[in-house]
Each structure stands twice: as structure tokens, then as C-alpha cells.
């Protein structure tokens, strides 16, 4: 302190005593001051690190959401993670210690591929009924869709839309579940709601399409696929169901153009290349639909319709039997499958085993009593064993069914002339 300071003071009638207090005072209100304005910026940027890490937790979380709807929309089980997930692996790994059940879900689904943990931990998530419930069943009825789960998925997806009637791919996905459950004019419904929601997203037109394919709505079916395409170029599952359409048209060669298309999109699912060898079948190119039908069994060994493919395959090569294991694979995988049965019957009646091929054909209409081919498939083998009546009948019934359906008539024909010798 300057010596004018000093008299300034001294005129004040301070003592140097209180001079030196008030020195005191002031040094210890700087260092408060100090201290204070210290603790205020680490609280400060504390604070915004936790707001980082909390953001960098739900970007995960969002990614991992996203992983886990990409592998439902290409329907495949084991697919590998996309780039996008691959690049936050690392640091999902971490949600699995996490207090949330359903961030461990979560990353148990995707990272670990574990999806019957995953299944659990959602569980737990919802039995705590937390605010988010809608996004706990909705992810839990994913990972149970992927493991073919379709009627808990339904359930799943159903209650998701309870909560959040908004949540557009709840519907898309509750639509596939009905496809797994053959449950078509439900599915179609699910899919027509999900485009009054948003008539601008491609997956609900790629599942209207598909429900109307199993409909035998061929024409309506393209018309959905190729919206879904227009809206999205690279919806895989829009452009399969563009070649299966095409195909149900008669239309083999565009429908196989349309077909690789997918698989250039979409390699990894299974559903992609199963059409394929459908078609690839059509056009008598068994080596190469054989090709496909292996491909999607190795993407995805617990898929039906390709084990039923395989054995279709087989059976134009004239290898019964091997198309008999393959056969019994997909039944062994959707034991109530009409078609299953019915390609079952038919080679085991090449294979001379008509007892067995009468039961398979018995099967098949039980489960579904209006397929045609079932019907000619019982009148041949009651031809074989010489019960030319009960054969007779099992033709007119076939004819009931389709008036037109050639083999029927030829096997009906066939019959009457065993009864007239």
C-alpha cells in the first residue's frame, strides 16, 4: 500500500491493528471468493460431461435400437451386426453392466446375439413398469420374433401399440408376426394401418405386399411392392416381394430380375434368397435354385419354407429320398404346414411307399382341407393301393375344389377305368 493510501487511512483513524485484520479479512474472502468460483466451473463442466455421457449413452442405446429393427425387417435371426452397430460394439458392451435391464437387453441382443437373455431382460424391464413401457415390448417382441416366437411377438407388439397407437413400426412388425402365424387378412389389416399412419413408409408397403402374396392377391401384391420400392430403392424386402409377385404372375423372368436385385441389396437374408430358388425352381434351373435354397439354410438352418424348397429341388432331380430328409426338416421346424405334408406325400409315393404317402396326404388336408393338391395326392395313393372307390371320391373332391385343376380330372379318369375292369 502506497504511503498516500497510508494517510488516507491513518486520517480515517484506522490502527495499524485494524489495518492488519481487515488485511486478513480480505485475504481470506479472496480465497473463499476464489475457492468458490473454482468449485462453480468444476460443478460447470461436470456437469456437462455427465450431459455428454449421458448423450453418448443414448446415442448407443438409439443405434442398438435401430441394429435390432434392421435385423426384424430382413427377418434373419443370426445376421451379422451392421457397420453401424460394429462401431459402437465396444462401447455397448458397457450397457450390459448397466442398472437398466433393458439397456443390458439391449446390448445382450445385438453385441452378444443372445437373444433369449435379451427376451428375459426386457421381461424384468416391464414387469417394472417404468415410463418407457411401449419401447420394453416393443423391443421384447422383436427378439421373440426373431426366434420364430410369432404368437408372444404378436402379443408383444400388440401391447406396444396399446401404449403408443402412434408407433408406426410396432404395426409393420405386428404384421409380420401375423404372417409367421398364417393369420394373412389380420396381416394385411396391420400393414393398412401402418399406412394411414404414414403412407410414405416403404416397409409397411413391402409388408402389404407380402400379406396379399400369401393372399394369392398377385396383381394388388406387385402394385404394394412396387410403392415400396418408388418410396425406398433399397427396401430388399419390397423388391423380393416384386419378384415373388411377378413370379405368382407367370412372369418367371422378370420376377428373377427382380430377385437378384434383392440379394444384391440384402445378401444376408435368409427370406431373400428362398424366394430366389422359388423362382430359380420355376425356371427349371434346379442346380442354381439348389444353390440358392442351401444359401438361405446356411443363413438361417432353422428356416422352413428353405428346407421345403430344398426338398422341391430335390424332388425335380428325382432324388426322392433326399428330398424326403429335407422334407421332414421343414416339418420337423412348422409341423402344421399343409404344403409340407402334401410334398412329403409325393415323394414317398415315388418312393413306393403308399401307405406312408396316403397318411402324409391325410395330414395335409386335416391341416388344411382345402388343398387341391392334397386331394389328388390321396386319390393316387388309395389308386395305388387299389381302393379305387375311396380314390374316386377323393378326385370329386379335388374337382369340387377346382373345377379345373387337370391332374384331378386325369386322376378321376384313371380311376373309372380300374372300376370298369
Request: net charge neutral; charged share 25%.
Amino acid at each position: 500500500m502506497d504511503n498516500v493510501s497510508l494517510q488516507w487511512i491513518h486520517l480515517a483513524g484506522i490502527s495499524d491493528h485494524q489495518l492488519t485484520i481487515l488485511g486478513l479479512v480480505l485475504t481470506i474472502f479472496g480465497i473463499i471468493l476464489t475457492a468458490y468460483l473454482g468449485y462453480s466451473y468444476v460443478k460447470k463442466v461436470n456437469r456437462q460431461n455427465k450431459m455428454d455421457l449421458d448423450q453418448n449413452k443414448q446415442d448407443i442405446i438409439d443405434v442398438l435400437e435401430r441394429c435390432i429393427n434392421e435385423r426384424v425387417l430382413v427377418n434373419s435371426q443370426d445376421r451379422q451386426a451392421s457397420s453401424v452397430c460394429q462401431d459402437v460394439a465396444e462401447e455397448a458392451k458397457r450397457l450390459q453392466g448397466s442398472k437398466s435391464n433393458y439397456e443390458k437387453g439391449l446390448s445382450k441382443a445385438v453385441i452378444s446375439n443372445d437373444l433369449e437373455a435379451a427376451e428375459s431382460e426386457f421381461g424384468i424391464a416391464i414387469n417394472q413398469q417404468l415410463p418407457i413401457l411401449y419401447r420394453y415390448y416393443f423391443q421384447r417382441g422383436n427378439v421373440r420374433y426373431l426366434q420364430k416366437k410369432y404368437t408372444s411377438a404378436y402379443e408383444d407388439y400388440s401391447e406396444a401399440i396399446k401404449l403408443n397407437p402412434k408407433l408406426i413400426h410396432a404395426w409393420v412388425y405386428k404384421g409380420s408376426a401375423l404372417c409367421g402365424l398364417k393369420r394373412y387378412e389380420d396381416a394385411l389389416e396391420a400393414a393398412e394401418k401402418a399406412i394411414e399412419l404414414d403412407n410414405k413408409f416403404s416397409p409397411a408397403w413391402s409388408n402389404k405386399s407380402s400379406a396379399l402374396i400369401d393372399l394369392g392377391k398377385y396383381q394388388e401384391a406387385l402394385g404394394a411392392a412396387e410403392r415400396g420400392i418408388e418410396l425406398d430403392p433399397t427396401n430388399a424386402s419390397a423388391w423380393s416381394n416384386k419378384g415373388t409377385a411377378l413370379a405368382g404372375l407367370g412372369k418367371h423372368q422378370e420376377a428373377l430380375n427382380a430377385s437378384n436385385k434383392a440379394i444384391g441389396l440384402c445378401p444376408e437374408s435368409a427370406d431373400v434368397w428362398t424366394y430366389n430358388a422359388s423362382i430359380l425352381c420355376f425356371l427349371k434351373r434346379y442346380e442354381d435354385a439348389l444353390e440358392a435354397a442351401e444359401k438361405a439354410i446356411e443363413l438361417d438352418p432353422r428356416h422352413p419354407r428353405a428346407w421345403n424348397n430344398k426338398g422341391v429341388i430335390l424332388f425335380y432331380k428325382s432324388m426322392y429320398q433326399e428330398a424326403l430328409n429335407a422334407f421332414n426338416k421343414a416339418i420337423e421346424l412348422d409341423p402344421k404346414n399343409a404344403k409340407f405334408w402334401n410334398d412329403k406325400s409325393s415323394s414317398l409315393g415315388h418312393l413306393e411307399r403308399h401307405k406312408e404317402a396316403l397318411e402324409a396326404s391325410e395330414k395335409a388336408i386335416e391341416l388344411d382341407p382345402t388343398n387341391v393338391s392334397a386331394w389328388c395326392n390321396k386319390g393316387t395313393m388309395l389308386g395305388c393301393l387299389e381302393r379305387y372307390e375311396d380314390a374316386l371320391k377323393a378326385f370329386n373332391k379335388a374337382i369340387e375344389l377346382d373345377p379345373k385343376h387337370i391332374d384331378a380330372w386325369k386322376g378321376k379318369g384313371i380311376t373309372i377305368n380300374h372300376l370298369r375292369t
